[in-house]
Nanobody, 121 residues
Framework: QVQLVESGGGLVQPGGSLRLSCAAS????????MGWYRQAPGKQRELVAY???????NYADSVKGRFTISRDNAKNTVYLQMNSLKPEDTAVYYC???????????????WGQGTQVTVSS
């Protein structure tokens, strides 16, 4: 069984920073792409950023220059450093990973439970 566990969310003032972490655990064989999505109230879930196993990154236009995604393969962990936060960044942030498990070694997609980020004065 695979679990993705996010941490680091919270309340921050506009212009502030937060760092989200997502650790994957379980019978993991290999992790391919890892990413972050977010969903604000009344809106669809959207991609924020992703990073491949080769550390190629992609960002939503709305966060370019402010957010940085990184990963530690030894810890099966992906991070999202969020700077210059704006009220419109308020959302539940979800970790996502494409990975294969021991035994089957067939890639599947997994989601974390989400962590709330609120940007407000």
């Amino acid at each position: 069984q695979v679990q993705l566990v996010e941490s680091g969310g919270g309340l921050v003032q506009p212009g502030g920073s937060l760092r989200l972490s997502c650790a994957a655990s379980g019978s993991i064989f290999s992790i391919y792409a890892m990413g972050w999505y977010r969903q604000a109230p009344g809106k669809q879930r959207e991609l924020v950023a992703y990073i491949t196993s080769g550390r190629r990154t992609n960002y939503a236009d709305s966060v370019k220059g402010r957010f940085t995604i990184s990963r530690d393969n030894a810890k099966n962990t992906v991070y999202l450093q969020m700077n210059s936060l704006k009220p419109e960044d308020t959302a539940v942030y979800y970790c996502n990973a494409d990975l294969s498990t021991q035994g089957t070694m067939i890639p599947n997609n997994y989601w974390g439970q989400g962590t709330q980020v609120t940007v407000s004065s």
